[in-house]
């Protein structure tokens, strides 16, 4: 029996299911790169796709990507991020002044916002992990932040895929 999630982003038109992969991750590399795997074999091909894409951008694309990622610390621009960030959201904004002070930290030192896969973190995990990773060099930062990003990006995608089944 065919995968329902799958039939139906192999159905998807070229520009609706570049648009739903953006929202998993902001890297239009990434996107391209999977949109290009099409049409997936099943959920494993698609994840694999996904992954693969992950693995293969430079440091460019990463800090291109990065650049579209909103601060911790702002209220959360989407369903996804408010899932994401549910302990920020309950916390006092003496606790979200912290947070926005080590961001501020984080991005001078290197010229992006700090990503964190922050799903089921408490705010001391988040900024303790700030705290150990502005220590970082930029290339080796980057290379956090994209495994971040691939994080986000793969709860992101399950929801999609969840999304596929309901609708399908």
Known sequence: MPDIAV???NALDE???EKELLICTPSRTWATAVLSARPYVDRADLLAAAGEAWNSMTSEDVAMAL???????D???SAHAAAEHCALVASSAGRLAVLRER???YRARFGFPVVIAAKGLTLDR??????ERVTNGRPDELVVAQRHMAAIGEGRLA???AKCEEDG
Request: charged share 20%; no cysteine; hydrophobic share 45%.
């Open 7 to 9: 039939v139906t982003l």
């Open 126 to 131: 988040i900024l303790a992990d700030i705290d």
């Open 103 to 105: 961001e501020s930290r």
């Open 67 to 73: 650049e579209s990622y909103l601060p911790l610390s």
């Open 159 to 161: 929801t999609l895929i």
């Open 75 to 77: 209220p959360p621009d």
């Open 15 to 17: 520009s609706a299911l």
